[in-house]
């Protein structure tokens, strides 16, 4: 490999040029510019373009191994070393917790993610780059190539009852992208504040603020979103999480559908409905479809790849209302130009060929025995906590004994190697509920899950004075 790396060096200068290279080293590590894990070019190949004997090289290379800065890893030459892991603690809009490696990462979100269909995905992008035609290689159409916008409105149609059509459908870069647009809308008609769900999505929130609507906390129940807290209000916007509430795992109610949408119709008002893991669903019996379908010209429909792919894709569609589709397509063409061609055609064959629901059944299959690993676990081992809601998702709610002093279990949880979100990070306002856990558990194997879970029984009864009464 021949890598080059830009490295200034004082020829006439009192102080040595291996000293002079190892301070530019460590200087740029410092300011940034140098990344943890990056390669470096090879002593040989510096020293070519430095002009300088290979010696110097090497000489400040080692030197700076042996102070921790740089690391040789045989086979794969120097990089810079890697100090902290920097895993997000729950899937962030904006914003990331960092906590150093730990031998059980039950949070939910960020890299805490299934396997990603890679054969399949490979097979799929390679037969769209075959086929796709010169205009693939164009600035893409705003609202997403039509390939991947008729290939959703047929998935969404048939596996979440969403009622839309290719027109009516945007492709945009995650739902972060899709709720960044629709702040600007409505903005722009003087909507400043959004009803959430609390708890919710903490990054929603902060990103909510950032993006100039005042996120409104409404309550939550065992049936969803507390409706008729939010009619009290003045709102007319709220974005809610109905099929698998984010974090509680509840699903909104028949009547509170019903309630939602009279709301909305009453108020002129809109509401965004995002089905961040619809398609992941293991409990027996009817899945919840989507709740567009009871008001498709009240309510945006927003999915994402991001739980059932991979976040990193940056692939999420919005069904609005034609007209508010519109509006949001403005909005994009000042952000913009579009969503990657070839990452949206590989999409559109993923579902053409039936693969994304190959992809879930397995997905669905994994999941299920890690949730029946954790209730499994939880039943033995935390006498009287429980986990809440139907089997669903990638994460788990699990509602801990009244008595239990959530933040000593998550702080001592750490101490023992086990990280897990307590329920408090996703509260907007200080609750009065029981204290919980909010377990990301699909990407674990289920002997981790039982021994994470063990591991916290013993923080709990290990440190009473610290855990339990606090
Ligand atoms: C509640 C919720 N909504 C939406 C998303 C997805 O956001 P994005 O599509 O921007 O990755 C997530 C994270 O995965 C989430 O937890």
Redesign the pocket.
């Known amino acids: 490999m021949s890598l080059h790396m830009a490295v200034e060096v004082v020829r006439d200068s009192e102080v040595s040029l291996t000293a002079q290279i190892q301070s530019f080293i460590k200087s740029e590590i410092a300011a940034g510019s140098l990344h943890a894990g990056t390669r470096l070019p090879s002593s040989r190949r510096l020293a070519d373009d430095l002009d300088v004997s290979r010696s110097v090289v090497v000489e400040a290379y080692g030197q700076l191994v042996a102070e921790g800065y740089l690391e040789a890893v045989q086979g794969a030459g120097t990089r810079v070393v890697g100090h902290l892991t920097t895993q997000a603690v729950v899937?962030t809009?904006l914003g990331e917790d960092r906590v150093p490696e730990v031998r059980w990462d039950l949070r939910p979100?960020g890299g805490n993610l299934p396997d990603f269909p890679r054969r399949d995905w490979l097979a799929c992008y390679e037969r769209a780059l075959r086929s796709a035609a010169p205009s693939a290689h164009a600035y893409p159409p705003l609202a997403g190539t039509p390939a991947l916008r008729l290939e959703l409105s047929q998935y969404l149609g048939r596996a979440r009852g969403v009622r839309t059509t290719a027109e009516q459908l945007a492709v945009v870069g995650?739902?972060?992208q899709g709720l960044d647009l629709l702040c600007g809308v409505l903005r722009r008609e003087g909507v400043d504040a959004i009803g959430v769900e609390d708890p919710g999505?903490p990054g929603?929130r902060q990103f909510l603020q950032e993006c100039g609507v005042r996120p409104v906390p409404l309550p939550v129940d065992e049936a969803g979103l507390d409706v008729t807290a939010l009619a009290a209000t003045d709102l007319r916007a709220v974005l809610v999480?109905p099929a698998h509430q984010?974090p509680t795992g509840v699903t909104l109610s028949e009547d509170r559908r019903e309630q939602l949408v009279r709301w909305a119709r009453e108020v002129d008002g809109l509401i965004i409905e995002?089905d961040?893991d619809g398609g992941l669903w293991y409990e027996r019996g009817q899945r919840p479809l989507a709740l567009q379908r009871l008001a498709p010209e009240r309510v945006v429909y927003a999915g994402?790849a991001?739980?059932t792919l991979a976040?990193g894709l940056r692939l999420?569609w919005l069904a609005a209302p034609p007209d508010l589709l519109d509006r949001l397509l403005r909005e994009r063409a000042r952000h913009d130009l579009g969503t990657e061609t070839l990452t949206q055609l590989a999409f559109a064959e993923l579902l053409r060929g039936g693969l994304l629901d190959r992809h879930l059944r397995k997905l669905n299959a994994r999941a299920s025995t890690r949730r029946h690993a954790l209730e499994e676990a939880v039943r033995r081992h935390l006498p009287g906590a429980e986990v809440l809601g139907p089997a669903a998702g990638l994460h788990a709610y699990v509602r801990l004994p009244r008595h239990t002093d959530e933040a000593a279990l998550v702080s001592g949880a750490l101490r023992r190697s086990v990280a897990v979100r307590g329920g408090a990070a996703f509260h907007a306002r200080p609750r009065r509920g029981a204290p919980a856990l909010v377990v990301g558990h699909a990407h674990l194997p289920r002997s981790g899950i039982t021994e994470a879970v063990r591991v916290l029984a013993e923080v709990g009864s290990r440190a009473p004075a610290e855990v339990r009464s606090r």
């Open positions: 899937p809009l979100g995650g739902f972060s999505h929603q999480t984010f995002d961040y994402t991001s739980k976040p999420g």
